[in-house]
């Protein structure tokens, strides 16, 4: 098999980056490890940035988010039993989010590749990527019980946090920052209609928790736990009774509980690659960094990656030029870290410390009373939160 840009990984990253190239009438192909129920089904990211949305839009590929997404205006900050409302198009002239599943994002990018799109290959692992550094780089492949090679011009590792593109940076050129933050998110899904209209991030006396949601009939709620906890140590009603203890107001506010459908574990690090490029290989999403989850950064940033990617390779097809191919690492890397900032300082501000250090919870308390009580303040959270222009 042979194609111009090789992507590694079906994932948001890989599938718009395909979606991107194939409408610019730059030639690829898609290798997928998994089924496509997996990748359908993985339940991950929820909140989508304007210009995530935007993107999809402008590939086609928003016709349901049209439709069933939800647009927030704002989210709402809960500390010390009150409430604090941001009002994100009042802050940033205009700006909102919208709540969508990540598994509807993959699964509405799946239909477009398979009607009308280049190959995409489920059940195509990659073991490796070969001669990165000359013209001819490889992916080497075990698809259907046999061993293959994809001949390409570029590879592009959208391979997520466990892949194998990264492996084919030599050690020498690579440098890597990871922060692991001493807490969890035990995560669940429930049958039951969201206590909110927008998403609150709570700092509990017990510690951090998050009310999401996929629809006006499911909720998705977050929990701080330690990292080491064993999911059958929390029964439902022990997650609900912590989830109302965290959320807990003065004002007149319940929290409805319902059927829980999925219970997950999320570790919380930060972890950044450094160059994103080796040669003709080039990395995208997860592969290249993952941002912990507190303000929903990771899926924004794998599309604004190759967004960005997309461009270049498109700007190589038209001109011949590589100007923006070599810049991509530089330019995407100057916003991975906005973003890991972001997500870090929202992390550390909404955690409670494990070893219950007062002078820190005074901190955080200073903090998010500065956001509630400053509008300059919530702007810069809301600037953030709604995301930084591409070209910033
Ligand atoms: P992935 O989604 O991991 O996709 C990588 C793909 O590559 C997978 O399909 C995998 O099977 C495939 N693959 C791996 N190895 C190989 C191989 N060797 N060969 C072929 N294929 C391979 N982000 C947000 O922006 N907003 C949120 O609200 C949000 N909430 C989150 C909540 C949780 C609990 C978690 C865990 C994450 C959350 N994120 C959020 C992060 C977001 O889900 C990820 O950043 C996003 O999935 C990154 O997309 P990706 O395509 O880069 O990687
Ligand atoms: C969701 C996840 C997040 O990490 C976040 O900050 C907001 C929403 C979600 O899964 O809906």
């Known amino acids: 098999m042979r194609t111009t840009v ?10 718009l980056l395909a979606r991107l190239l194939h409408r610019a009438g730059v030639d690829c ?91 995409l290959l489920f059940e195509a692992e990659a073991l490796a990527v ?15 019980g046999r061993e293959r090679t994809l001949d390409c011009d570029w590879v592009v590792g959208c391979d997520g946090s466990h892949g194998v593109a990264r492996d084919a940076f030599p050690a020498g050129a690579v440098r890597t920052y990871t922060h692991d933050h001493p807490y969890s ?83 919380m690090r930060g972890h950044v690659h450094e160059p994103l490029r080796h040669g003709r290989l080039l990395l995208a999403g997860d592969a290249a960094h993952i941002v912990p989850p507190t303000g929903a950064k990771g899926l924004n940033l794998a599309v604004s990656d190759v967004r960005l990617l997309a461009r270049a390779f498109l700007a190589l097809h038209r001109t011949g030029s590589e100007e923006l191919l070599d810049r991509y690492s530089r330019e995407c890397l100057a916003r991975v870290w ?13 955690h409670t410390h494990p070893d219950g250090d007062p002078f820190e919870d005074r901190l955080q308390l200073a903090r998010l009373r500065r956001i509630a009580s400053s509008r300059d303040a919530a702007a810069e959270l809301a600037a953030n939160y709604t995301g930084l222009p591409l070209e910033r």
């Not at 409302?85 to 799946?110: C, M, N, S, W």
């Not at 906005?338 to 909404?350: G, K, P």
Request: net charge negative; proline share 6%; with cysteine.
């Open 6 to 15: 090789g992507i590694i990984g079906g994932g948001p990253a890989g599938l």
């Open 130 to 144: 070969e001669a990165p550094e000359t013209s001819a780089p490889r992916v080497r492949f075990r698809h259907e």
């Open 185 to 267: 998110w035990l995560g669940i899904m429930a049958d039951v209609a969201p206590s909110c209209d927008e998403l609150i991030y709570a700092r509990g006396e017990g510690g951090f928790a998050l009310h999401s949601m996929r629809s006006p009939t499911v909720s998705r709620l977050y929990l701080q736990v330690p990292p080491d906890t064993d999911l059958g140590d929390w029964p439902d009603d022990r997650i609900w009774d912590e989830l109302a203890a965290r959320f807990a107001v003065d004002a007149d506010w319940t929290l409805e509980r319902g059927p829980v459908t999925a219970k997950s574990l999320t570790s």
């Open 338 to 350: 906005q973003a890991t900032r972001f997500s870090h300082e929202m992390t550390r501000m909404l």
């Open 29 to 119: 192909v898609v290798l997928e490890a998994r089924t496509r129920a997996y990748a359908e089904h993985r339940q991950r990211a929820g909140m989508l940035e304007q210009g995530t949305v935007d993107a999809l839009r402008a590939c086609g590929a928003a016709g349901r988010l049209d439709a069933e997404g939800l647009v927030h205006g704002g989210i709402e900050l809960r500390f010390d039993r009150e409430r604090h409302h941001i009002d994100f198009p009042a802050l940033t002239g205009g700006r909102t989010v919208t709540i969508y599943a990540q598994t509807e994002i993959v699964k509405d990018l799946i239909a477009l590749q398979l009607a009308d799109g280049p190959p």
